[in-house]
Each structure stands twice: as structure tokens, then as C-alpha cells.
């Protein structure tokens, strides 16, 4: 049959130019779909890598005025070492810290000397030493509602009213590290240590940057615990 114009022929055709229309829409709605789909599976795309994982055992920050009062009129500190994935230098010299039902001797001090105090311990030090284990990032400015202690050393002792931490779980990174990881200071990440017969992946670990030439995680001796390190050792950077 041949279709022939008229009134019929273009309702018909009305029709079909409606139905296309439709299909058109649809057929966009769904490419739009699956393409926001495609974006957020990109962006869901987690980065892994490598990473050294360091325990940070318990120890100090002092002022320089506080080694004259622990150890004496003129006494300065002796390095021991400097330890590049830590971040700072390490002294002979040891302290005591006391607190309201405990103490522990020997306690590091790590450097530079700073403007502020600062002591960081494990929930299981906190424990022993009858005070709360607050988690809180390094710094004076976070010290606000953690407890204090004292610290003694050969010559005298220093009473603080706070700025006794269970420091927040952090990676320092470096420049070039955090870039490839597409992260940033202030970012939260994962770490995965296996291995050990009792593998752990810690999350809401805080990035910071570090002028070290090296990219090191920070875990206390608790966190390591639990993760059966038997000490330093690498890990996996897992970035979501």
C-alpha cells in the first residue's frame, strides 16, 4: 500500500516524531547514567602502596629552660642519634613521668626542643599512670582537656597541667609522596600491616607533611601490639 498525504499521514507521523523524541530523551537520561556511574567508579578507585610503619614509643617534648631544670644549671642535652623516619633527634638524657596512681622511668626525649611541653604515651601507659588517654593530634593548640603529669629528672621536676596525649595515628609525608597519593595535610587514610599472623588495617589515619626525606606512618606501641609487629616494618598505604 502507499501511504498517501493527508490528515491521517501526518498524525501518524506526529506520532512517530513523538515517540523518536521520547526515545531520545530516554536514551540521553541513560548515557547521562551510566556516566556519572563511570565518574564516581573512577573516583572509587582506591590507591595502594607501600609505606614504612615506625613505633613511636612513649617520650617527651621539652623547652630548652626545662633542661636546665631537670638536669642541672647549664646542662645540655647529648644526641644519641637522629632518626630520619621519626623525625627528630634523640637524646641520652631520660626522664620519669608521674601520675596520680603510677610512674615509668626512663622515659625518652625526642628533639628539636620546642616552645611548648608536650608527653605521649599509650592508652596502657595512661592506665598505669591513673590518667585518662586522650587522642589528640601533636601541638599545643590541641592540648586543651588532656590531662598533665609530672616529669622528673636527676636535678628537679616540672609540674604540667596538660598536654599529656595518646597521639592521633599519622603519616608523615613528603611532598612528592603525598602528590602521587593525590592526598593532602589534613586528609584521612588507612593502613594495612600484615604478615604478622594477626594483620590490621588501621583507619582515620591523619596525613601531615614532613620536611624529612622520607615517608613514615606513626603508630604507638599499643596499635603495634595489636597488629603483631615484632617492630618497624612496611606497610600498605590504601587511599580511598
Given at each position: ?38 565518574i564516581r567508579t573512577e573516583r572509587k578507585k582506591t590507591m595502594r602502596k607501600e609505606v614504612y610503619v615506625d613505633i613511636s ?110 597521639a592521633h595515628r599519622h603519616i608523615h609525608m613528603t611532598p612528592q609522596d603525598a602528590a602521587d597519593a593525590g592526598v593532602q ?56
Open positions: 500500500m502507499i501511504a498517501t498525504a493527508g490528515p491521517a499521514a501526518d498524525r501518524l507521523t506526529n506520532g512517530q516524531l513523538l515517540y523518536n523524541s521520547v526515545q531520545t530523551v530516554k536514551n540521553n537520561r541513560v548515557h547521562q547514567i551510566r556516566s556519572k556511574h563511570r614509643a612513649r617520650h617527651v617534648h621539652l623547652r630548652p629552660q626545662d633542661v636546665e631544670t631537670l638536669f642541672g644549671p647549664g646542662a645540655e642535652l647529648t644526641l644519641r642519634g637522629q632518626d630520619n623516619f621519626m623525625g627528630g633527634s634523640v637524646y641520652t638524657q631520660r626522664v620519669e613521668i608521674q601520675g596520680p596512681k603510677g610512674s615509668i622511668p626512663k622515659v625518652t626525649i625526642l628533639g628539636p626542643l620546642r616552645k611548648y611541653i608536650q608527653v605521649e604515651v599509650s592508652a596502657t601507659d595512661a592506665r598505669k599512670l591513673g590518667i585518662p588517654a586522650v587522642v589528640r593530634e601533636s601541638g599545643p593548640q590541641n592540648h586543651e582537656g588532656t590531662p598533665g603529669c609530672r616529669i622528673v629528672g636527676p636535678c628537679g621536676s616540672i609540674e604540667i597541667q596538660q598536654g599529656v596525649i595518646a595535610a589534613g586528609d584521612i587514610v588507612a593502613i594495612r600491616i600484615s604478615g604478622t599472623g594477626r594483620e590490621t588495617i588501621y583507619k582515620d589515619v591523619s596525613v601531615s607533611q614532613t620536611n624529612s626525606s622520607h615517608t613514615a606512618v606513626h603508630i604507638d606501641t599499643d596499635e603495634a601490639n595489636a597488629a603483631g609487629m615484632p617492630g618497624a616494618m612496611m606497610g600498605e598505604l590504601i587511599v580511598d
